[in-house]
T-cell receptor, first 115, second 115 residues
Framework: GDSVTQMEGPVTLSEEAFLTINCTYTATGYPSLFWYVQYPGEGLQLLLKATKADDKGSNKGFEATYRKETTSFHLEKGSVQVSDSAVYFC??????????????FGSGTRLQVQP | SAVISQKPSRDICQRGTSLTIQCQVD?????MFWYRQQPGQSLTLIAT?????????ESGFVIDKFPISRPNLTFSTLTVSNMSPEDSSIYLC????????????FGEGSRLTVL
């Protein structure tokens, strides 16, 4: 079945540091890929997405590129802020040929940014 | 995006009791999904609830423990039956976006603590 593997956290960075959170996946067909973020005490929000190979999703300074050859969707940000402290989840939806609309999530990576 | 309201937002329950969580969406949707997020863990799909048919449960989840209702296109309930401390989790309702790009929108969740 489909699965998502994320790097374990917590990741602790100083403000303005470069961020990478690794995500790799296993899926049949052609899945869409997502990063969701969960800020402390808040619900799950979509951060960015990519629906086909080589697409780059971006939002709020975060980027991720859909790499089919390495089955990866790593999250990056050039300069993190304290306000980016949250838990980040990589997720995929079933490919168009599967018809599966539910998302499969990775284990989540907690990011702590220190001033 | 969809606006999803869940009730209760949190509750403390006694072992052996049951609790019903409500999910209201501001638009009509065919599919609704129920997820569980155990403390410090990722999101696990419990079931898919389509209006007019029986819910489809994922491996490890059964209807007797998590009965679901879907009386119309904007509402669903999930009951957690005969609760034990292991059921302490956040339960989240989610729906697909209006445009089929694969993402899901989530309610803020219902945090249950079972004593």
């Amino acid at each position: 079945g489909d699965s998502v593997t994320q790097m374990e956290g917590p990741v602790t960075l100083s403000e303005e540091a470069f961020l990478t959170i690794n995500c790799t996946y296993t899926a049949t067909g052609y899945p869409s890929l997502f990063w969701y973020v969960q800020y402390p005490g808040e619900g799950l929000q979509l951060l960015l997405k990519a629906t086909k190979a080589d697409d780059k999703g971006s939002n709020k300074g975060f980027e991720a590129t859909y790499r089919k050859e390495t089955t990866s969707f790593h999250l990056e940000k050039g300069s993190v802020q304290v306000s980016d402290s949250a838990v980040y989840f990589c997720a995929l939806s079933g490919g168009r040929d599967t018809g599966r609309r539910a998302l499969t999530f990775g284990s989540g990576t907690r990011l702590q940014v220190q001033p | 995006s969809a606006v999803i309201s869940q009730k209760p937002s949190r509750d403390i329950c006694q072992r052996g009791t049951s609790l019903t969580i409500q999910c209201q969406v501001d638009s009509q949707v065919t599919m609704m999904f129920w997820y569980r997020q155990q403390p410090g863990q990722s999101l696990t799909l419990i079931a898919t609830a389509n209006q007019g048919s029986e819910a489809t449960y994922e491996s490890g989840f059964v209807i007797d423990k998590f009965p679901i209702s879907r009386p119309n296109l904007t509402f669903s309930t999930l009951t957690v039956s005969n609760m034990s401390p292991e059921d302490s989790s956040i339960y989240l309702c989610s729906v697909p976006g209006r445009v089929n790009t694969g993402e899901l929108f989530f309610g803020e969740g219902s945090r249950l603590t079972v004593l």
